[in-house]
């Protein structure tokens, strides 16, 4: 063990969430140790941006690299249904982009080192505690094992879900959207729509949890995904390109015809168990943003923009725990407003499988289209007092109503 350094703020991952954590916690003057075990640039899956996201990206003042990168742009979602027999387009708020996550991981890390995030490469593996506080960490790197000092410890480690995994924060918990397991892969030569709109994120679904993504992630590289039920995964394929292959014999037609001359670049891939949530996630000297303590579903692109929207909340209730010297009220308020949007979020998308052509209907119902295409542009946690949430919620209790009668 070698002599500690003190941190205001240790951050575990740097994921779009330790990092905008990191650069925000930075401009408020604290001191910020980010601590990544990955070499970067690394594969990470999550490629569709919500406009939320982008409006962030501009704000870090980003726009210019994220079109050097070659990132296209998103002009919304094609959402086509069961055997194409229904189809809807979902605008973006704002301009947003569609990205390659190591290069989009790799620029934010950049970002945050220009603000003065130090970085240190390595694997956390334990918490140090002084009675009931957190007020460190332990890290593995180049062989050597590290003690560092925080006055916040931030579990920003993704699925990984560091600070559960070690009874800090809540078990892991299971959510409705749980039982998917996801097979995906990147492409060349997929055929696409004719421009302005051959940048969409494409979304094809059959039935409930059996869907498939096409993301175009660079000006020649497509992201495929297909989504299904774990007891189906494991009754029909033995691997990620079974289930690719039986998502493309059994989804849409659309997407064999899509792929009919592409070339897979790359492995595929299959992840479960992606889906959860962790109580409590905040506590005496820590917090968890990100993947780090809730995922609910990938369908609706949500979770770059969550957790980039939850690294910022954190940097306000750090940084007023700190000055105050109050170890609660601003990690509550962080706890609350963060369940408030995920809970809207996670009643979005549960209405959407239970109901998917009726939510078709919402997109063109006058009364309701604006808000809805707010809250799938990221705005589930700036939505007090709207309409739509209430609507979808109360359709949802009164179909968990009907299923508990029988
Ligand atoms: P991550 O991006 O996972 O970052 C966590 C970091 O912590 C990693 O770099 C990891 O190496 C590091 N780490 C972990 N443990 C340790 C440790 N002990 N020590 C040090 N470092 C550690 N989101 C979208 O916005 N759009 C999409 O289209 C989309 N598609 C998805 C499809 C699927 C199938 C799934 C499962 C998710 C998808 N997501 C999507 C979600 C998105 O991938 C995540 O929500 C997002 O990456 C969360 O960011 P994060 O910073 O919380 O965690």
């Known amino acids: 063990m070698d002599q500690f350094k003190s941190y205001d703020v240790v951050i575990i991952g740097s994921g779009p969430a330790g990092s905008l954590c990191g650069i925000e916690c930075r401009k408020k003057g604290l001191s910020v140790l980010c601590i990544e075990k990955d070499e970067f640039p690394r594969f990470h899956i999550g490629e569709s941006l919500t406009g939320n996201a982008g409006q962030i990206i501009r704000d870090l003042g980003l726009a210019d690299e994220m079109n050097a990168a070659g990132f296209p742009d998103k002009p919304g979602v094609n959402v086509i249904g069961s055997l194409s027999k229904n189809e809807f387009f979902i605008p973006i708020l704002a301009p947003t982009w569609q990205v390659r996550r190591s290069d989009f991981d790799n620029m934010l890390k950049r970002r945050a080192l220009e603000h003065g995030v ?37 579990d920003a480690s993704g699925q990984n879900t560091f600070l559960s995994r070690k009874g800090i924060a809540g078990k892991r918990e299971i959510e409705f959207f749980s039982q998917q397991i996801a097979s995906f892969a990147h492409y060349k030569n997929v ?17 409930q949890y059996h869907w498939s993504w096409i993301i175009p992630i660079s000006p020649d590289t497509d992201s495929l995904g297909i989504v299904i039920p774990k007891d189906l995964y494991y009754k029909e394929c033995k691997n990620p390109d079974d289930a690719i292959e039986w998502g493309m014999e059994h989804i849409s037609p659309e997407i064999r015809r899509r792929f009919k001359n ?12 992606f889906s959860y949530r962790i109580e409590p996630f905040v506590g005496d000297g820590w917090l968890c943003i990100g993947d780090a303590h809730r995922f609910l579903d990938p369908i609706f692109s949500y979770g770059v923009s969550f957790a980039m929207k939850e690294g910022i909340k954190a940097a306000d209730a750090i940084k007023r725990a700190i000055d105050g010297n109050d170890w609660k009220t601003p990690f509550y308020e962080y706890r609350d407003w963060s369940n408030g949007g995920q809970q809207i979020a996670a009643d979005l998308i549960r209405y959407f499988w239970i109901y998917p052509i009726f939510f078709g209907y919402q997109m063109q119902n006058p009364d309701l289209r604006d808000e809805v295409i707010r809250l799938l542009g990221g705005c589930c946690f700036d939505c007090e007092g709207w309409k739509a949430p209430t609507i979808f919620r109360n359709a949802i209790e009164e179909y968990d109503r009907k299923q508990m009668a029988g």
Do not use: C, W
Request: net charge negative.
């Open 118 to 154: 130090e970085y240190q490469q390595g694997l956390v593996k334990d918490v140090i505690k002084h009675e009931e506080k957190v007020v460190g960490a332990i890290y593995k790197a180049d062989g050597v094992e590290h003690q560092v000092r925080s006055k916040v410890l931030v």
């Open 191 to 207: 055929e696409r729509d004719l421009p302005p709109f051959s940048t969409n994120t494409t979304i094809l679904y059959s039935k």
């Open 262 to 273: 592409a070339e897979r670049v790359g492995e595929s891939q299959s992840m479960a168990d």
